[in-house]
């Protein structure tokens, strides 16, 4: 799957951050030192030594080592599914999706889905993936390709997002694939919610599951010759 550095790139390049970095000021060296460490306060909680805003924090929600199961968002302290419609039943290509070779002989593309926050939506490929075939997702080893993942909320300003999922069964139909463009279809999903990100993705027995009924995709908005 996915490495977390090279996913994090994607979804930056694809958002437009510009990549800019804080200006660090030193103190004039005869400036009296100062404690200027702010107090931890809630939401936040310190955890370790760590100030974290355990309202929203998926590894430390509502108290510290809190940690969601795969799929789960820390909401208001509490750890929640995605919403099964996180994902819309029609995704349209648009500029900031990428098609892009990631390694190993798997080729991803990607469509930020943005809306409710960025919630990627990806199809992973490689050579051998059949076009204008149907492909039972449920024969697929997790981590190889052709694979169908998503992600809730993306944040850009942590580099962080709230959950992973991947589609262990269902029929995936590519239409069309080529080096700018994707066209295809996903139905009768089950997607479940996965621990170790993009990385490592391993299904969490204890995650979130839905169903998908179709989701028509396009993917790259120049379309293939």
Request: one cysteine or more.
């Amino acid at each position: 799957m996915v490495r977390p550095s090279l996913f994090l790139v994607l979804i930056v390049a694809a958002c437009g951050d510009d990549g800019s970095n804080p200006t660090i000021v030193d103190a004039m060296p005869d400036a009296p030192p100062v404690d200027s460490a702010p107090a931890c306060t809630a939401p936040n909680m310190t955890c370790g030594t760590s100030c974290l805003d355990v309202s929203v924090d998926e590894e430390n929600c509502g108290s510290c080592g809190m940690e969601c199961n795969g799929g789960q968002a820390c909401n208001a302290n509490a750890c929640r599914c995605a919403p099964e419609d996180f994902i819309p039943p029609t995704l349209m290509s648009g500029q900031f999706d990428q098609l892009m070779d990631v390694g190993q002989g798997i080729s991803i593309a990607l469509n930020p889905n943005i809306g409710d926050g960025i919630n990627p939506f990806i199809v992973g490929y490689n050579a051998q993936t059949p076009i204008d075939t149907d492909i039972d997702l449920s024969t697929i080893t997790i981590g190889e390709a052709p694979f169908v993942a998503a992600g809730y909320h993306f944040d850009l300003g942590t580099n962080a997002i709230d959950a992973t999922f991947i589609a262990t069964a269902g029929t995936l139909r590519i239409d069309q694939l080529c080096a700018t463009h994707m066209e295809g279809t996903l139905t009768g999903a089950t997607f479940k919610g996965t621990t170790g990100g993009f990385t490592d993705p391993a299904v969490d027995p204890a995650g979130c599951t839905f169903p998908i009924a179709t989701v028509t995709f396009a993917m790259g908005d120049t379309p293939c010759p």
